[in-house]
């Protein structure tokens, strides 16, 4: 695949879509995700942002110490600290590359930077430069590109390619760009300067207006050979570009793009679905591609048409993007090798025995009420345990709920809190209502609930109920979930996570980073 028609995917879920409100993710979790990226054959993986806390450091470096197939990358603001940092945390990687940025437009550069067009240019010269001489794959990103005066545009960005940055991004920033306008942008910039066919050009563009993927590929029509994106389009605000549907856009219309990806698009919806279950955001069921809707129909007039000749109104293989693939199916009968084996096969290594243990424990228990486990249920179980483990001031010992026709439900909870068991009950207006009212009984946590939604792992009425909880407190909002076959015990867990969460001191907060 020559460079004119490779298409470099770059994937951000694990730092700007960590910075949805609420997806912080621990060090393992970003691991597994890594490493599911890694079987899709993403090109580069933006870990995290190095300076931003000592625990981004740690899950860069811990992701650039395990991954091998794929190029990993840190941000870095343009300045020295921020690089140095990132360096730091890419030493190990098989193959790295610092991605560094400096605002470009006119009312950042005033108001933001306070720095005169003159500086913004040695600034970014002086920063591509101290990253060069740390990684040889340097990155640099014109924040908020989509409100800068093209000619400056032009000109920071010869100074950047000059100094050795390799790829250029031009990130639409708070999502304005449109289609036409955002391609000839890319198009003009190219054509203009000089050293343009020294770097790879990138786009990385927000999903405010619902044009992230669009604008994407109008880019790419244009000359951009690096798109930006993330597992299930997840990001700030309302999100990024999705990976998945820049991939299946670009491979379903190869006779109109001429490009392609290196991507195993097998692996697409394990990690939709995995990056779901970590974050706690459920896809929507009419999301293109990974939405549970995205392969079915209801008319009959597209179903008599699909038994005839699939083709008459489906562009895409459900298969393709791995719809029932590596569905393997383990139940009670299943030795802990098989598990461990399947722990394996999808990525995931716990960290101990003691963790294996207790995740082949809650294995058997969910073989003993569900009669097929699928990779969906290994994953919310893995999870699950390792919430249990990490972030254990409050743990749920035992919930009886009563709710019938006519009567007020009630709950009564057993709560563990640092060793020691409490107990409350509470009436509510359905069973869950009265389990969090129970459990705010002993812990008053002055919490505010701003979401709560539930959805099924797995098809059929036996399957696993996934609770999304979004708790916010003084400003800080996390999202929790739990699993379990009993969609009130699942609740519970996923409040109780919540409750973890904020309980956690190391959760940070990003320095501002909308940009790139």
């Known amino acids: 695949m020559s460079a004119d028609n490779k298409l470099i995917i770059f994937d951000t879920t694990l730092r700007d879509g960590e910075q949805s409100p609420g997806a912080s993710m621990t060090q393992e979790e970003k691991l597994r995700i890594a490493k599911a990226l890694e079987r899709m054959r993403v090109d580069v993986i933006e870990a995290g942002f190095a300076i931003a806390s000592q625990g981004d450091f740690e899950s860069v470096k811990a992701v650039a110490d395990t991954i091998k197939d794929s190029r990993v990358c840190s941000l870095a603001r343009a300045v020295d600290a921020d690089i140095d940092r990132a360096g730091e945390a890419l030493q ?82 708070v999502g304005y760009a449109v289609p036409q306008q955002y391609g000839d942008t890319i198009r003009q910039l190219i054509e203009r300067i000089p050293n343009s066919d ?8 927000h999903n405010d207006l619902g044009l992230a993927v669009a604008n994407s590929l109008a880019a790419v029509t244009q000359g951009a050979r690096q798109v930006e994106c993330t597992i299930n389009g997840l990001g700030e605000r309302a999100g990024n570009a999705s990976l998945e549907e820049i991939v299946m856009a670009v491979r379903t219309r190869s006779d109109f793009f001429n490009i392609e990806t290196n991507i195993n698009t097998l692996e697409i919806v394990p990690a939709s679905r995995l990056v779901s279950s970590i974050t706690g955001f459920p896809v929507q069921p009419n999301k293109a591609i990974v939405g549970a809707n995205a392969f079915a129909h209801e008319s009959g007039i597209h179903q008599d048409g699909v038994i005839k000749y699939r083709e008459t109104y489906e562009i895409m293989k459900a298969e393709d993007v791995g719809w029932n693939a590596n569905r393997m199916v383990l139940g009670k009968h299943s030795g802990r090798n098989a598990f461990r084996a399947r722990l394996d096969e999808l990525g995931i290594n716990l960290k101990s025995e003691q ?105 059929g009425t ?55």
Request: net charge negative; charged share 25%.
């Open 355 to 459: 963790e294996l243990n207790a995740a082949f424990h809650r294995f058997k228990e969910l073989a003993d009420k569900k009669h097929e486990i699928f990779d969906e249920d290994i994953q919310a179980l893995v999870s699950d345990t390792q919430q249990a483990t990490e972030n254990e001031q409050y743990s749920l010992v035992s919930l009886s709920v009563c709710s019938q026709t006519g009567e007020t439900p009630n709950a009564s909870v057993v709560l563990n809190i640092g060793g020691e068991e409490q107990r409350s009950e509470s009436p509510g207006a359905g069973p869950v209502d009265a389990t969090f009212k129970a459990i705010e009984r002993i812990v008053n946590s002055g919490t505010s609930l701003e979401l709560y939604n539930v959805s099924a792992i797995t098809s």
């Open 462 to 516: 036996d399957s696993q109920g996934e609770v999304t909880v979004r708790l916010e407190k003084g400003g800080r909002i996390v999202n929790g979930h739990g699993a379990d076959i009993d969609i009130v015990t699942a609740s519970a867990k996923a409040y109780l996570n919540a409750l973890n969460l904020l309980s956690v001191e190391h959760r940070k907060a990003h320095p501002q980073t909308a940009g790139v």
């Open 92 to 173: 190990n990687a098989n193959a790295a590359r610092i991605h560094t940025f400096l605002a470009t437009s006119p009312i950042h550069m005033e108001y933001k930077l306070r720095l005169s067009p003159d500086q913004v240019v040695e600034q970014a010269v002086r920063a591509v430069k101290r990253a060069r001489n740390l990684c040889d794959d340097v990155e640099f990103s014109c924040e908020d590109a989509g409100r800068s005066e093209l000619d400056f545009l032009c000109r920071v960005i010869e100074a950047a390619i000059a100094a050795g940055a390799s790829t250029i991004n031009i990130p639409d920033t």
């Open 198 to 205: 020294q770097a790879i050009f990138s786009v990385h563009c």
